[in-house]
Every structure is written in C-alpha cells, then in structure tokens.
C-alpha cells in the first residue's frame, strides 16, 4: 500500500475537480483518490509507488498541471 | 424562430458552460444554444419563444444563477 500527495493548479471549480479525479482513478493500481479544490491537494492511495510521471500525464490528460 | 439573451453567474470554467449548455439545450422547442465563460452570456435560438421561468429552471438544475 502507497500513498502520495501532489499539488495541482488550474482546477476552478467541482468539475474540474471530478475531472482529475476521474483521470487519476483510472492508473492501474490506484485505489483511492482524494482531491481538495481550494488547495489543489491531490492524495492518491494505491496498491504499489505510482511513477510520478504517471500521475502527471493523468493530470495533464484532464487538462490541469502539477505544481 | 425566437432568440434571447440572458446572464449566467457563477460559471468559472468551460465544464461550467457545458453544464449550462446541456440543460438548456433539453428545453423543448431549443434549437441553438451558445454560453461565453468570459461575460456568462448566454443566447438561445429556438422555434417559439421559451419562458424565463424555463431558462432560469434549466440554469439552476445546471447549478448556476440567472443574473
């Protein structure tokens, strides 16, 4: 079990939020997926380490960008 | 044919304005509908004129105001 915090920009409002959450969810491996939209905290819990680039590109699919 | 105009608040990104589009967009008798994120302008076309009442519901099931 791994879990692991990142920062997001961009996101403006609960959509935005549903959108990276939907992303993210969707890395293999990844069991939960947790994301604040006032500051952009993005914690994700999976069942091994997910490559940060991973979780970039997953980010970046939904139209935001890491910190 | 029939066109109005009207003002969305709330809306703050382009998820917001494909929320509102969808729902005005079911009103029957719709036929062209077209939201600015920028000024939260929002024109509909449609083939008879549609009640504000009508608008207003449709904006507020999206979950955004008239203004």
Redesign the interface.
Known sequence: MSTSTYEVTGM??E??V??VTEEVAEIPGVTDVAVDLASGGLRISSTQPIPDETVRGAVEEAGYRLA
């Open positions: 403006t409002c959509h935005c549903a959108s």
